[in-house]
Structures are given as C-alpha cells and as structure tokens.
C-alpha cells in the first residue's frame, strides 16, 4: 500500500523567500513586501453562516503567501507557483462584475471590490503567489489568496483598515465581494472572517447575525488539543471539488425559500426559537410541518440543528468531555449526509473509517460535494488513521488522498 502524504506547512522563512524569488523573476524586481493569509477548516457550524447562524473555525498554519507592489497605473498582472511561467493580467479601469476569469478573478476582485466600496486610491498592482493551502480542498484556499491581498493592497495603498479587527472586516467584506461577484463563487463569509481573524491556540466562535459589530460577531474560543491529548486529523478526500456548479447556491436558495415561508428573515432566528422553547424536538417538528415538500424540510432540519451543536460542542469541549465533542462532530456528519445531503462517497467513506479506528468522531468539513473531513484523534494516532483511509481509499479506486497536521494558528499578517 502507499504511504499517505502528509502536507507540512511552509515556514514563515520559505513562504517569504520563496513569493520574493518568483516575484523577482516574473518582474524583474523586489515586491514592497510580502504578507500572508491562512487557510481554514471549520471544527462545526456548516452551511450556517449564510443562515445568519453560528460557525467555529480555526485557522490552519498553511498559509498563502502573497508579494506585492503596487503600480502606477490600473493594470494588475498576477503570477502563481501553480503555474510561475504564466502572468495573468487584468485591468481595473471600467472593470465589471464577472470580468476576469478563471483564477486572476479572486485577487483582481479584490482590488475591484475596494475601488467599488470607494476606495479610490487603490490602483493596480503586480503580485507572486505561493502557498501550501491545498487547492480544491474545502480547506478554503480562495479565502487565503483573496484576504492576504486585501491585507496586501491595505497596507501599500495606506487605507488603515488591517491593524485592527474591527477595520479587518471592511478587508473581510472586499474579500467576499471578490468571491460572491467577481469569481461567481457562492461564499458566506466565514473564511474570510476565519482567515483574517483567528488567533494562535483558538478558534473563533463566529455569529453571522446581521447587524453585529465586529466585537459582537466574533467571540475567542480556547482550542488546546495539547492539554487534552488530542490532534486534529485533516484528511484532504481529493475527490473532485466544485462548488460554483449550482449545487451550493441551489441549497441557499431553499433556506432562503423556506424563511420567506415561515415568515422570518433567516433561519437563525427559528434556530433560536427552536432552542429556547420548552421541548426543542417538539418545537422543530412543528416548524417543519409548516414547510410544503421534503426537500425544504431536510434542509431546515440540518440548519437548526447545526446551528445548536456549536454552543454544545464549545462547551463540551471547554470541560474536557471529549467524548460528547466527537458525538457531536459524527452529529454533523450525519446530518450533513442525510439531510443537507452534500457528502460524496469518499467523504462518507474516511468518515466511516476513521470512526471505526479510534476517532471519538469525524465529520466532513467545508462546503461538501468533495474536499476534506477532520477526525478529532488521540496525540499521535493520526498518521496510522490517515494511512487506514488511504487504505480503504486505494480499495475502492478513489483518488490517494492527503492529510494534513492541523492546529489553530494565527490570522493573516504582514510577513516581511
């Protein structure tokens, strides 16, 4: 059987000399700095966060490191360690929605996004990417290239905006914009949010309530696998990853659907009643009785419920009840698979596997239909977990997936 790959983080060191030596080729110069932003994985909480509800993600120590110059004139030309022979260009003048294709779109939408949001003194820009965020992983690598160019373009452009959290959500907003707008991809805000505002050692415990300050959108939320034994296993399925296929927007579309029938603007506010009424389970039959087909019913079930396994899973987590957090994330899964119905069968298939062999739970992680799960394992049981999957994987003809260590690390920064 082969060895499963295990994808190591870039140093702070390498990512920065490694984006300043495929800056210099590609321009003939030195960049003005480098700066870089994490990706993501979400411990619980998903497809929530465009359901006004709540999400707990941590940042990943993979990172994307960007170096950047900004330009006299609007042009943006763009390179990647993917591809260091292809240069990307844009320009920003008379940009449209949808105007830059295949991946130029996400950064070039970010500064199309500032200069939208009336930030006039963004111009172009040439930037090297290079990162260790696996593409297509449901890690969120689309979130790591858009918030560490936002990061980028706020400090060479001296808008003032990434030294604080609260002003790292106007960066959070020209990031999404990018996403939603530019790139065509459905996101709801907690990667960005994740990327730009985790710190070392916690997750961030994410309310996507509308109208909340920044202070009151995002709480910190101790993360310590150490001190209880523990890792976190992430498991990169690399089934095939697609997200802007319909598939994401079709399901928002139904829960947005649904609150416009029960009369709410979002399902949070149904979460919350559900939670404070006298017997939840009855609450939530009766919230569903009130919806007309199966299909709106299984969704909403799985919103509600999601949203209330993140204050249980902080809080089992917070007492050291392991094995009531692992319930909790094979819960998701479930709910997931059957109601939200976004798994595929390798998703399903490492979950299963991982729970068999000692996990005290797994769940898929991310937007689903491909990417990534996590297994929260015993310290030092991950790579014989991840092997065992690889295993089964090669078993039935799926592609070899890849691992990843994961821990919470810090948000995006400038890196030199």
């Known amino acids: 059987m082969t060895a499963v790959e295990f994808i190591e983080p870039i140093s702070h060191e390498d990512g920065v000399a490694q984006a300043t030596a495929l800056f210099a080729k590609t321009y003939g110069a030195q960049p003005e700095g480098v700066w870089a932003?994490?990706?993501?994985?979400?411990?619980?909480?998903?497809?929530?966060?465009?359901?006004?509800?709540?999400?707990?993600?941590?940042?990943?120590?993979?990172?994307?490191?960007?170096?950047?110059?900004?330009?006299?004139?609007?042009?943006?030309?763009?390179?990647?360690?993917?591809?260091?022979?292809?240069?990307?260009?844009?320009?920003?003048?008379?940009?449209?929605?949808?105007?830059?294709?295949?991946?130029?779109?996400?950064?070039?939408?970010v500064a199309w996004a500032l200069r939208e949001a009336g930030f006039d003194k963004v111009r172009g820009f040439d930037a090297a990417f290079v990162s260790c965020v696996p593409l297509g992983s449901g890690l969120s690598s689309s979130a790591a290239m858009t918030c560490s160019t936002a990061l980028a373009l706020d400090d060479v452009y001296g808008l003032g905006y990434?030294?604080?959290?609260?002003?790292?959500?106007?960066?959070?907003?020209?990031?999404?914009?990018?996403?939603?707008?530019?790139?065509?991809?459905?996101?709801?805000?907690?990667?960005?949010?994740?990327?730009?505002?985790?710190?070392?050692?916690?997750?961030?415990?994410?309310?996507?309530?509308?109208?909340?300050?920044?202070?009151?959108?995002?709480?910190?939320?101790?993360?310590?696998?150490?001190?209880?034994g523990l890792e976190l296993l992430v498991l990169d399925t690399r089934a095939p990853h697609q997200l802007n296929d319909g598939q994401y927007a079709q399901r928002r579309a139904t829960c947005e659907k649904a609150a416009e029938l029960l009369g709410v603007a979002n399902l949070r506010i149904v979460a919350d009643e559900v939670a404070a009424s006298a017997d939840p389970e009855e609450a939530l039959a009766d919230v569903l009785a009130k919806l007309p087909d199966e299909t709106s019913k299984k969704r909403v079930r799985h919103v509600i419920t999601e949203i209330g396994r993140v204050d249980e899973f902080i809080e089992a987590?917070?007492?050291?009840?392991?094995?009531?957090?692992?319930?909790?994330?094979?819960?998701?899964?479930?709910?997931?698979?059957?109601?939200?119905?976004?798994?595929?069968?390798?998703?399903?298939?490492?979950?299963?596997?991982?729970?068999?062999?000692?996990?005290?739970?797994?769940?898929?992680?991310?937007?689903?239909?491909?990417?990534?799960?996590?297994?929260?394992?015993?310290?030092?049981?991950?790579?014989?977990i991840a092997q065992l999957i690889a295993d089964e994987f090669e078993a039935q003809g799926f592609n070899a997936p890849r691992a990843l260590p994961a821990y919470a690390a810090g948000a995006a920064s400038r890196e030199a």
């Open 37 to 109: 932003a994490p990706g993501r994985v979400n411990l619980i909480g998903e497809h929530t966060d465009y359901n006004a509800g709540l999400c707990l993600p941590i940042a990943l120590p993979h990172r994307t490191f960007i170096a950047l110059s900004p330009r006299e004139d609007t042009r943006v030309r763009l390179v990647s360690d993917v591809a260091p022979d292809k240069v990307a260009e844009a320009d920003l003048e008379g940009l449209k929605a949808r105007g830059v294709d295949g991946w130029a779109a996400y950064p070039t939408g």
């Open 162 to 228: 990434g030294s604080s959290d609260a002003g790292r959500v106007t960066l959070i907003n020209a990031a999404i914009k990018s996403e939603n707008e530019m790139a065509g991809a459905s996101t709801g805000g907690l990667d960005q949010n994740a990327s730009m505002r985790c710190t070392a050692g916690h997750a961030i415990r994410l309310d996507c309530r509308p109208g909340l300050t920044a202070l009151e959108s995002v709480s910190q939320k101790e993360f310590d696998l150490d001190k209880y």
């Open 317 to 384: 987590f917070a007492s050291g009840d392991i094995d009531k957090a692992g319930d909790l994330f094979n819960a998701s899964h479930n709910s997931l698979r059957d109601d939200y119905q976004v798994t595929v069968p390798e998703l399903d298939t490492a979950v299963n596997v991982a729970r068999a062999n000692g996990a005290y739970g797994a769940r898929m992680t991310g937007g689903g239909f491909g990417g990534s799960i996590i297994a929260l394992v015993d310290k030092g049981e991950g790579h014989r």
